[in-house]
T-cell receptor, first 114, second 110 residues
Framework: NAGVTQTPKFQVLKTGQSMTLQCAQD?????MSWYRQDPGMGLRLIHY???????DQGEVPNGYNVSRSTTEDFPLRLLSAAPSQTSVYFC?????????????FGDGTRLSIL | SQQGEEDPQALSIQEGENATMNCSYK?????LQWYRQNSGRGLVHLIL?????REKHSGRLRVTLDTSKKSSSLLITASRAADTASYIC??????????FGKGTSLLVTP
């Protein structure tokens, strides 16, 4: 039972490079989201999706892009990496929205931008 | 935006002791959730308590919610070394965002 799988686990990029963080879940969850976790701060929502073909912005969406072509996958794209995007990124999913459902998290992608 | 604030920031106890962590928030909530995060890992859901509930139990965990004081507490009884982790509260107000606190770092020594 894999749950939420994130790849890669670690990545180092140079400023200006682009990359895609992968997130896949095998629980047939409708709701998926991306958070970033920075030292001394709580997790902050980047983008979320309530189902295939539907995405929306969270609290800190600038510099990131998402799409949801399938229920299982929700990739996060960094368009032009900046040092301020150095962070740990977490993908989460739940069967429906957040109002009454716990979130299932992946183990994160640790990203460094040089 | 951060709403939950955990207290204390760090807590060190010995195995067998109880650990209590508190979470305060600012605006009315739909529900409040507690998560555990082990070093280098993702968050694991522990308990969800709705705004009309006052107390919930799960194994050695007990969560209370006082909406009049806008606060919640997480009690871990008979702590074990394996309970060493960060404990994070998250509130749901409306929409599709969970508002996470920074967490309480718990160290349980043998």
């Amino acid at each position: 039972n894999a749950g939420v799988t994130q790849t890669p686990k670690f990545q180092v990029l140079k400023t200006g490079q682009s990359m895609t963080l992968q997130c896949a879940q095998d629980m047939n969850h409708e709701y998926m989201s991306w958070y970033r976790q920075d030292p001394g701060m709580g997790l902050r929502l980047i983008h979320y999706s309530v189902g295939a073909g539907i995405t929306d912005q969270g609290e800190v969406p600038n510099g990131y892009n998402v799409s949801r072509s399938t229920t299982e996958d929700f990739p996060l794209r960094l368009l032009s990496a900046a040092p301020s995007q150095t962070s740990v990124y977490f993908c989460a999913s739940s069967s429906t929205g957040i109002s009454n459902q716990p979130q299932h998290f992946g183990d994160g992608t640790r990203l460094s931008i040089l | 935006s951060q709403q939950g604030e955990e207290d204390p920031q760090a807590l060190s106890i010995q195995e067998g002791e109880n650990a209590t962590m508190n979470c305060s928030y600012k605006t009315s909530i739909n529900n409040l959730q507690w998560y555990r995060q082990n070093s280098g890992r993702g968050l694991v859901h522990l308990i969800l308590i709705r705004s009309n509930e006052r107390e919930k139990h799960s194994g050695r965990l007990r969560v209370t919610l006082d909406t009049s004081k806008k606060s919640s507490s997480l009690l871990i009884t008979a702590s074990r070394a394996a309970d060493t982790a960060s404990y994070i509260c998250a509130t749901v107000t409306s929409g599709y965002a969970l508002n996470f606190g920074k967490g309480t770092s718990l160290l349980v020594t043998p």
